[in-house]
Structures are given as C-alpha cells and as structure tokens.
C-alpha cells in the first residue's frame, strides 16, 4: 500500500513539472505601452529688440530748382536720380504676429539733375537768355513707425514719418558765365522738410542678423518743391533679439 502511494505522489509531480512551462508558454504577451508624451522645445523667431544697421538704394524724383532759391518765379520741375547709403537704428517689439516699431536712419545722397530753360513770372520771361539750373539732394534723414506681420522669419511692414533734405541748386548762364546779372542769387540751399511713407519685407538669417528690402516715398512739405521714390536694401544686426521656445505635445496612441 506504502509503496503504490508513493508511486502515485511521484508520477503526479512528474505531471506537474511537465505540463508547468508549456502552461506558461501558452499564456498571451503583456503589450508594451509607449512612454508617456514628452514636451518638446521648438524654436520660434522674435522680432523684439534694438538694432542698428547699414542701407543702401536708388532714388529718383523731381525738384524745383528755382524754388529753392526764391519762390517769385513760376515753378519748374527738373528730374534727379542716384544712390544713397547711410546708417539705420532702431527698436521694436512683437505680439503675436504684430510687430511695432521706431526706426531713424540718416543717409549720403547723391541725387543730381539740370535743364536748361527761361524762368518765367506769370508766363513773362524775366531774361533774354535761358539759364542752365543744376540741383541735387546731398543729404536725408527719416523718422517712422514701422508696423508689420510676422511669420516666423519673415516681416512684413508698413511705413511712415518724417523726412528731412538737404536740397541744393546752381545757376548758370548757357554761355557758362555768372546768371548775378540775371538772378539776384545763382545758388541756393534749404532744408526741406516732408514726408516719408512706403513698405518692405525683412527676413531673419539668425536671431541677430536680417536683411530688408524697402520702398519709401519721400516728399517735401510742398510736393511742387521736392518728391522723389526710393529702392532700399539693408542689412541690420539686433543686440537684444533672441529666438523664443514654444512647448508642444507629441501625440501617442497609448495614453
């Protein structure tokens, strides 16, 4: 009897230890789960800062030359272009994708013209022989608002303020000799005092160098005295702009 149970306990263990590991072989796999979502930094451009820079273009226009000496002849319009190169300082700071800002920059010019006509008062020729009058804007200077829209690196804008030229005019006979027995003065120089308005785009290269390219309008207070448009280039370096980080979430199927 003794031996018949030990017999059976034997061959029940021997059962067991068989059927144990392909039990647990047969049970199904623990899915992995993917790790909780992380927030990532991501790297968003701002345009808020202080900045200076260099601008350089072309310009063209008309000016009266007879104004800028004295205002008793008719008005006479005589054509100018060339370039211009100064430097830009500036500030702004943006909202959203508002951006706000100052902006002044005063430039070298070199914006020369001449013709040759007979000045006239009240359509009356006042000399028997036409003058050649020579003018040209030597010098300007801005002040503006910028406001514009920003997209990442990229900044579009409006643009307006004050303006002031440096605007002079020569005299001379045809004959090459001194208009003074004409004209009681055969040069004149005056600071005009306008307006300037016009638009660009600006794109970021890093978060301290950007270049622009602008188109400003630039007249005196009197449009009969001095106008003149402006193709702009310009490379600015900002001291205090910086690229600011936006947290995003990364979306997983097992939350």
Same mark, same amino acid.
């Given at each position: 009897?003794?031996?018949?149970? &030990? ?8 059962? /067991?230890?068989?059927?144990?590991? $392909? ?13 909780? @979502? ?13 900045? $200076? ?9 008309? %000016? ?15 054509? +100018?272009?060339?370039? /211009? ?6 500030? %702004? &700071? ?11 920059? =005063?430039? !070298? #010019? ?7 006509? &007979? ?17 040209? &804007?030597?010098?300007?200077?801005? #002040?503006? /608002?910028?406001?514009?829209y920003a997209n990442q690196n990229w900044? +579009? ?7 002031? =030229? ?25 600071? %005009? ?11 970021? +290269?890093? @978060? ?24 702009? =280039? ?16 990364? !979306?997983?199927?097992?939350?």
């Open positions: 009897m003794n031996k018949v149970f &030990i017999l059976t306990t034997v061959a029940l263990v021997a059962f /067991v230890g068989a059927v144990q590991p $392909v039990t647990a072989a047969d049970l199904p796999t623990r899915p992995a789960y993917a790790p909780a @979502p992380t927030m990532s930094p991501v790297p968003v451009y701002n345009w808020t800062g202080i900045y $200076v820079g260099l601008n350089g273009g072309y310009g063209w226009g008309n %000016q009266d030359p007879l104004n800028l000496i004295t205002n008793r002849f008719d008005g006479d319009s005589v054509a +100018f272009s060339g370039g /211009v190169f100064g430097g830009t300082a500036g500030a %702004q &700071i943006q909202s959203g994708h508002v951006v706000i800002g100052f902006e002044a920059d =005063l430039d !070298w #010019a070199s914006f020369k013209g001449s013709s040759t006509f &007979i000045p006239t008062v009240g359509g009356v020729p006042i000399t028997v022989a036409a003058i050649t009058a020579s003018t040209n &804007i030597d010098w300007e200077s801005t #002040a503006r /608002v910028r406001v514009g900044l +579009f804008y409006g643009t307006g303020g004050m303006a002031i =030229l440096g605007a002079k005019t020569s005299l001379t006979t045809t004959g090459g000799a001194s208009c003074a027995s004409l004209i009681a003065s055969c040069t004149g120089f005056s600071k %005009q005092i306008g307006a300037a308005l016009g638009a660009g785009v600006e794109y970021g +290269f890093t @978060p301290e160098i950007s270049a622009k390219l602008e188109y400003l309008y630039i007249t005196a207070a009197s449009l009969d005295v001095s106008h003149h448009s402006e193709i702009r =280039l310009g490379l600015n370096r900002s001291e205090e702009r910086r690229v600011g980080k936006e947290c995003r979430s990364r !979306w997983s199927p097992y939350h």
